[in-house]
Nanobody, 125 residues
Framework: QVQLAESGGELVQAGGSLRLSCAAS????????MGWFRQAPGKEREFVIG????????KYADSVKGRFTVSRDNAKNTMNLQMNSLKPEDTAVYYC??????????????????WGQGTQVTVSS
């Protein structure tokens, strides 16, 4: 089992950048595919970006391609989300997630096993 904790969410102006971090407890972090989802008010939680356990494969939602990047450090049990060129529509609660499907990056919520509590990102226009 792994416990996840996000940090880094804050208010930022459109066009700005923000870096979110996810810290994981437990010794099996390197076994999981890790990813980020987000949920805006009144909307479903949606897949944003993910990275396999090895870090060799990443997957992005079309809405963030070219703007967001994900990285992980298995030695430190951390994953980071670098968000650039932020838009008001990126405003949401961002959730760190872990999946035992470590050789792929699933995009459906049901395929993810572990979740953090979320961190609020607000992009002002």
């Amino acid at each position: 089992q792994v416990q996840l904790a996000e940090s880094g969410g804050e208010l930022v102006q459109a066009g700005g950048s923000l870096r979110l971090s996810c810290a994981a407890s437990g010794r099996t972090f390197s076994s999981y595919t890790m990813g980020w989802f987000r949920q805006a008010p009144g909307k479903e939680r949606e897949f944003v970006i993910g990275i396999t356990s090895s870090g060799l494969t990443t997957k992005y939602a079309d809405s963030v391609k070219g703007r967001f990047t994900v990285s992980r450090d298995n030695a430190k049990n951390t994953m980071n989300l670098q968000m650039n060129s932020l838009k008001p529509e990126d405003t949401a609660v961002y959730y760190c997630a872990g999946s035992r499907l470590n050789l792929m990056v699933p995009t459906t919520r049901a395929a993810w096993d572990y979740w953090g509590q979320g961190t609020q990102v607000t992009v002002s226009s």
